[in-house]
């Protein structure tokens, strides 16, 4: 499975935007870019997720970059309650599309 | 809309006690089905997945099993738990049938502890 490498941990100040990057230099063509966000004590939760072009939701932007070696979630203004892990999976693993997480990066804001 | 409901919230047990944790969905059908692991620290861990009832599939090998008795529950059971099985333990579902790039959706997780 490809893998992904992100920063362990960030900071960030309240309303101000926020950029977490992720690199998968080995990406397949066929490969997904998803982000899921871990709040303390709670399950993941889906963010967003793109193949190719950038993608907003209510949630944040992704930003592809056109080798797709590369990507960055943005969230354009943090909240005290995005303070999170933010996962950046690549690949869904295994016949069944499941996920392989990986350590993420700990997104901390201060107000 | 749907849900997915996951208890107990969190568990004690004393080293070789049973386990059984018990995860719910509600408002889809023929989910595929998922439990996770995450160990204090660590990363989460995928332990078993169900694309129907009564299939299961093993990611990795220890004491633990799990069972789909219908549709959309799906039990994780061990017959005599470890110091080692301590951790969050989370079940999640996704559409089944639908492309692999579907969203999994978590539930909020069984803390356990082992004593």
């Known amino acids: 499975d490809a893998k992904t490498t992100q920063p362990n941990s960030m900071e960030s100040n309240e309303e101000e935007p926020v950029h977490l990057p992720c690199n998968h230099s080995t990406i397949s063509g066929t490969d997904y870019i998803h982000w899921y966000r871990q709040l303390p004590s709670q399950g993941p939760e889906y963010v967003i997720h793109?193949?190719?072009s950038n993608v907003n939701n209510r949630m944040a932007s992704l930003a592809i970059a056109e080798d797709r070696k590369s990507s960055t979630l943005i969230l354009h203004r943090a909240t005290l309650r995005d303070a999170a892990v933010y996962y950046c999976?690549?690949?869904?693993?295994?016949?069944?599309?499941?996920?392989?997480f990986g350590k993420g990066t700990k997104l901390s804001v201060k107000p | 809309s749907q849900t997915i409901h996951q208890w107990p919230a969190t568990l004690v047990q004393p080293v070789g006690s049973p386990l059984s944790l018990e995860c719910t969905v509600e408002?889809?059908?023929?989910?595929?089905l998922y439990w996770y692991r995450q160990a204090a620290g660590r990363g989460l861990q995928l332990l078993f997945y169900?694309?129907?009832?009564?299939?299961i599939s093993s990611e990795v090998p220890q004491n633990l099993s799990a069972s789909r008795p219908q549709d959309r529950q799906f039990i994780l059971s061990s017959k005599k738990l470890l110091l080692s099985d301590s951790g969050f333990y989370l079940c999640?579902?996704?559409?089944?049938?639908?492309?692999?790039?579907?969203?999994?959706?978590f539930g909020d997780g069984t803390r356990l502890s082992i004593l």
């Open positions: 169900s694309v129907g009832i009564g299939q």
């Open positions: 999976i690549l690949k869904y693993g295994g016949s069944q599309g499941n996920l392989i």
């Open positions: 999640a579902w996704k559409s089944r049938g639908a492309e692999r790039n579907q969203p999994q959706h």
């Open positions: 408002g889809t059908s023929n989910p595929n």
């Open positions: 793109g193949l190719t």
